[in-house]
């Protein structure tokens, strides 16, 4: 077993959009600590809130037994941005020396923060004013900068998979134009993805500017080509005028003016987020978490775990902060789509 780590103590935190697969990367974060490394492992309650107001548990073995197939977080989550001043309480400019004091009260020798960008910008920022923090990237967008995929992603992939998947029969049964909004904050990963596993025919997403015009008149092509119904997937952060409904039904609202043809929207929402992580996630989420151990084992701080093909390695989160990965327009994967003859509405 090599000699352990003795007596370093970490805290983990989850914070931002929960995803499947949290718990198993705190599962794996949690026992490659204990059982290799003989460290004590803390859970902080909900993100940073948890830090600023000092909550938090000591997780054992027993803590982390049973947790890897479960959706959500055990610790809780929060968007607390202890560094954005929002100008409200008195006390948000000490909300950094809170976390910063309490860490030292905690006696932590590391911080593990999982989650997603904002979370990773925050756990860079902490690093700067001297805690070691460890980042794991999280979050089913899959717009972390670094990584070649984030934990969650394949989960969202197969769940709106799954139903891109039923809205063919429907479809087909009402000859209708189905329109289904994935997540994805600001990128297009996720309806690119499911879009093109789901046989989608028109894919929108924010990294493709579309016409409304264009996407008309090939889905009213399709139809002189004998093909009576169509899939548009979108995504949640393409760009449409106002903001008083969501893209779909904008869209869907458009799309009957222009073709003429019956439309439907459908949006997938928070069931993209919810429930048990796929056996992908669980391997991804469980190697990240423990390749975050290895590195505290080896107080090689400020750094968050990656995957660059399918090797783990750790990249500098002063690298990551503040950075997106978004779809680049002209990519293989989109390039083999269009080849298809899948529509990128532009
Ligand atoms: O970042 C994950 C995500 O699900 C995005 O895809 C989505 O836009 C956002 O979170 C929703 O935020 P909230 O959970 O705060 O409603």
Known sequence: MGNKTRGQKIGILTAGGDCPGINAAIRGVGKTAIVRYGMQVIGISDGYTGLINKEFRELDENDLSGILTLGGTILGTSREKPFKNSGKGKNDLRKPALIKEHYEQMGLDCLVCIGGNGTLKTAYLLSQEGLNVVGIPKTIDNDVWGTDVTFGFDSAVNIATEAI?????????????????????????????????????????????????????????????????????????IK????????????????????????????????????????????????????????????????????????????PLADVAGKLKLVEPDSSLVLKARNMGTSFGD
Do not use: F
């Open 240 to 315: 449409t005028p106002g903001s008083e409904c969501s893209a779909a039904q904008y869209l869907s609202r458009r799309i009957a003016e222009l073709s003429g043809i019956e439309t439907r929207e459908t949006v997938l929402g928070y069931i993209q987020r919810g429930g048990t992580p796929s056996p992908m996630d669980r391997i991804l989420a469980s190697r990240y978490g423990a390749a975050a151990a290895e590195l505290i084992a080896k107080r090689e701080y400020g750094k968050m775990v990656a995957l660059r093909n399918n090797q783990i390695i750790p990249v």
């Open 165 to 237: 998947d039923r809205l063919h029969s429907t479809a087909n049964s009402h000859k209708r134009i189905m329109i289904i909004e994935l997540m994805g904050h600001n990128a297009g990963w996720l309806a690119l993805y499911s879009g093109i596993a789901g046989g989608g025919d028109v894919i929108l997403i924010p990294e493709i500017p579309h016409d409304e015009k264009k996407i008309s008149a090939y889905l009213q092509e399709r139809i002189r080509g004998n093909k009576p119904y169509s899939i548009v997937v979108v995504a949640e952060g």
